[in-house]
T-cell receptor
Framework: DGGITQSPKYLFRKEGQNVTLSCEQN?????MYWYRQDPGQGLRLIYY???????QKGDIAEGYSVSREKKESFPLTVTSAQKNPTAFYLC????????????FGPGTRLTVL | AQSVTQLDSQVPVFEEAPVELRCNYS??????LFWYVQYPNQGLQLLLKYLSGSTLVKSINGFEAEFNKSQTSFHLRKPSVHISDTAEYFC???????????FGGGTRLMVKP
């Protein structure tokens, strides 16, 4: 929302291929998060990062990898080890002054064929 | 550990009628509570939040929610809904460490003319 961009909005990949989803923010927020959403379900945390060059696993990190080389960018790679990668992926950010409140990007819908 | 239960997966309601979307949580520590709204194929938008202070919080578009610590609830209400309120609504809870948002399964509000 606002200063958070996720690209592309729709992504199609063949099974067995790695794919990287982009999340960029220009709000100078410290923390960034990746969630996965499956139809009819809530969101589940994949990875999060509160400072550059540091990140932590969430509840469902297996089959995913991230990097945080720059404050404004937090790309997510869905690897071939992820058994069921088709889902809606949402990136979120939070300010150091209020880490409790997260703001979400528009999402990327990944379909693995 | 913390968890969130949204008791109704779908709530159909006629336009201009009142609505309540129910949310109950469990946590062993102090919590912060949030309601997010999601329109089809979009990210989540923050609707309102309770961090501290008054237990009744309001959004700019007529929704309100009340934090009830004894009943561990944070129900969302609106006295008169519009067609444009049709969306998925998610309740979420954060612990005071500020790095983990736990979501409920969502409630689909369907406003009928």
């Amino acid at each position: 929302d606002g200063g958070i961009t996720q690209s592309p909005k729709y992504l199609f990949r063949k099974e067995g291929q790695n794919v990287t989803l982009s999340c960029e923010q220009n709000l100078n927020h410290d923390a960034m998060y990746w969630y996965r959403q499956d139809p009819g379900q809530g969101l589940r945390l994949i990875y999060y990062s509160q400072i550059v060059n540091d990140f932590q696993k969430g509840d469902i990190a297996e089959g995913y990898s991230v990097s945080r080389e720059k404050k404004e960018s937090f790309p997510l790679t869905v690897t071939s080890a992820q058994k069921n990668p088709t889902a809606f992926y949402l990136c979120a950010i939070a300010s150091g002054g209020d880490l409790n409140t997260q703001y979400f990007g528009p999402g990327t819908r990944l379909t693995v064929l | 550990a913390q968890s969130v239960t949204q008791l109704d997966s779908q709530v159909p309601v006629f336009e201009e009628a009142p609505v309540e979307l129910r949310c109950n949580y469990s946590s062993s520590v102090s919590v912060y509570l949030f309601w997010y709204v999601q329109y089809p194929n979009q990210g989540l938008q923050l609707l309102l939040k309770y961090l501290s202070g008054s237990t009744l919080v309001k959004s700019i578009n007529g929704f309100e929610a009340e934090f009830n610590k004894s009943q561990t609830s944070f129900h969302l209400r609106k006295p008169s809904v519009h067609i444009s309120d049709t969306a998925e609504y998610f309740c979420a809870v954060s612990n005071n460490a500020g790095n983990m948002l736990t979501f409920g399964g969502g409630t689909r509000l369907m406003v009928k003319p």
